[in-house]
């Protein structure tokens, strides 16, 4: 019983400081976080490391949270050139949206496999853009259903770029493909408008500078490089860097030198810029996670302080636990040993006692010490041992009861009228067996009722077994 208790009490202890306030956190709070880590790499272009806090989130992501987490690999998976790593991670994505019924899901699936498509053309033999098309235009189809308004206009974007694609091959250009993309990409500008989604509105420049530049609009292109321009966030120095690129070509093919200069320049600082950045955030990762380790290392210190001193209280508390049963055993078993001598000495100096031992033991309460020991020498033989340990016994009780009798002032004849009562013998029966008169014996007990202070014979039995004396 105490062992299952100790064993109970070691595991509530281990669960208890095992547990963290970040085991707490729900699993989809950490989904998020950790998707949300990976964004922020991915935005200063560290996709290794945003890959890895995507890969994170895979592994917290319960049910259809894994399609989500695949397609955000997968994007990942195409800035780092990995299309075949990309096309099975977005199919998987694919099935579990599918068997989810998350139409939310299979159409930001759907969207992934168009760009993946759309990004693999390298040479006219490699380009898929027709099978894009067929993706991007069932995402469409979803997202115009469902009213997912921000990916309608995302995938209107993307159709324009396709379009795009599909005369990067042609010298000249296919001016009805051309037209074509022109037509996408203003329905979605339009969409964003509509409904005031300025950040998907902005999101449209750089596929419109695309736009411009494959049809040879480089006036209107350099317009659009510096529209981006003034939407571009101060410090997206990745975005400007970009820009001011297309807009150092822009000038070129204009033959506006000093502007293209001017630009570049623009672009040079843009571009150091954002590897200053770059370094900037990877740094404060690094002091982010020395200060986590760091934290988490006094944490796991504390823990196991906490853990040696729960252990020590638990095991002073079982020591004094065995100390209080050990005492406890000690009490009952001394206990135990005076019922046992006074069963012994009560047997062995009865009167009634078997007549074999009654006649080598007439009466314990008239010998001294050493004739006790010499009657239980004669009684047990050759057993030395056993007849000393049986003298010690009946030496200590046979002293006991006279003190217990002498307390109470009874001579030794009122003592063995006390005795012979305790075993259940009548007056009558008493008499006989002294040899004296029934008259006699309630005499004695008379006398026996007033030094035991009681007025009857179950008052006198029962100080007698208080006493010791029976």
Not at 120 to 128: D, F, H, L, M, V
Not at 141 to 149: E, Q
Not at 302 to 330: C, D
Request: hydrophobic residues 40%.
């Amino acid at each position: 019983m105490m062992q299952t208790r100790l064993s109970a009490l070691v595991l509530l202890l281990g669960i208890a400081l095992g547990c963290s306030p970040r085991d707490s956190v729900s699993g989809a709070e950490s989904f998020k976080s950790l998707l949300e880590d990976s964004d922020r790499y991915a935005s200063v272009q560290d996709y290794e490391r945003a890959a890895d806090y995507a890969i994170r989130a895979l592994d917290a992501a319960r049910g259809p949270e894994k399609a989500e987490a695949l397609t955000h690999l997968a994007r990942l998976d195409l800035m780092t050139w990995r299309d075949g790593q990309a096309w099975e991670h977005i199919c998987e994505a694919e099935r579990i949206a599918r068997s989810s019924s998350s139409d939310s899901l299979l159409c930001a699936a759907l969207i992934q496999k168009g760009r993946l498509c759309s990004y693999s053309g390298i040479t006219e033999e490699s380009a898929r853009d027709d099978e894009a098309l067929g993706y991007f235009n069932d995402a469409l189809a979803i997202a115009s259903a469902r009213g997912y308004v921000p990916e309608e206009i995302d995938i209107y974007y993307n159709l324009s770029q396709v379009c795009v694609n599909r005369n990067r091959f042609r010298d000249p250009i296919d001016e009805d493909i051309y037209r074509q993309a022109g037509e996408y990409l203003e329905k979605g500008r339009a969409l964003a408008l509509e409904h005031g989604l300025n950040d998907l509105y902005v999101k449209a420049l750089p596929y419109q500078i695309r736009y411009l530049r494959q049809g040879g609009k480089t006036e209107d292109g350099i317009e659009c490089c510096k529209e981006n321009l003034e939407h571009c966030g101060e410090q997206d120095y990745l975005m400007r860097s970009q820009i001011l690129n297309q807009l150092v070509m822009m000038y070129a093919a204009r033959g506006l030198v000093e502007e293209a200069a001017d630009a570049h320049q623009q672009y040079t600082i843009a571009v150091q810029s954002y590897l200053k950045q770059r370094s900037d955030t990877l740094l404060q990762d690094m002091e982010t996670r020395y200060e986590s380790r760091l934290k988490q290392t006094r944490i796991d210190g504390l823990k196991i302080l906490v853990v040696m001193l729960s252990i020590m209280l638990l095991l002073l508390a079982l020591a004094a636990l065995q100390f209080v049963i050990y005492n406890r055993r000690l009490l009952v078993a001394s206990h135990n040993k005076d019922k046992l001598i006074r069963f012994i000495s009560k047997d062995f100096t009865s009167s009634s006692f078997h007549q074999e031992v009654a006649s080598k033991l007439p009466d314990f309460s008239s010998m001294d010490d050493a004739q006790i020991r010499q009657r239980c020498s004669e009684l047990f033989g050759d057993s030395a041992q056993l007849s000393q340990e049986v003298a010690d016994y009946i030496v200590t009780l046979v002293r006991e009861r006279d003190e217990a009798g002498s307390h109470f002032g009874l001579t030794p004849r009122e003592l063995e009228i006390v005795r012979l009562s305790g075993e259940g013998l009548s007056a009558l029966r008493i008499a006989d067996r002294l040899n004296i008169s029934v008259y006699t014996v309630n005499k004695h007990k008379q006398n026996i009722y007033a030094k035991m202070n009681v007025r009857n014979n179950a008052g006198m039995l029962k100080a007698a077994s208080e006493a010791g004396i029976i």
